[in-house]
């Protein structure tokens, strides 16, 4: 029984709690939802760019202006390639460090 009532305090709690705090939570919720969409609104406009760079520019005359706004062929390839060898050699690293310091809390 004690533990009934036990529980029916911690959800009156909770429930309390969830009132108290709607307009923070839909603060918050409206903050997450902002940044997602600016988030995802630079991916486009890379991945668009990057694309565009690519896919289409190497079929436009060499003469042409819009040359003037994206770096030679060779970097579609370079940039790409060394950004995904930084990103793997911090990812081992970070994955070295968590169990080198989880060897030593367990020790």
């Not at 939570?25 to 565009?52: C, Q, W």
Request: net charge neutral; charged share 20%.
């Amino acid at each position: 029984m004690d533990i009934m009532l036990y529980r029916m305090d911690i959800m009156l709690k909770d429930l309390y709690l969830d009132n108290t705090s709607l307009y923070y939570k839909k603060r918050v919720v409206m903050e997450d939802k902002g940044v997602g969409i600016l988030i995802s609104a630079i991916s486009l406009s890379i991945f668009s760019y990057y694309i565009f760079w690519v896919i289409i520019l190497p079929f436009v005359d060499e003469d042409h202006f819009i040359h003037k706004y994206f770096l030679p062929q060779e970097f579609a390839i370079l940039i790409p390639l060394l950004g995904g060898a930084a990103l793997l050699s911090f990812l081992c690293l970070f994955i070295g460090f968590v169990m080198l310091k989880s060897k030593y809390q367990t020790s």
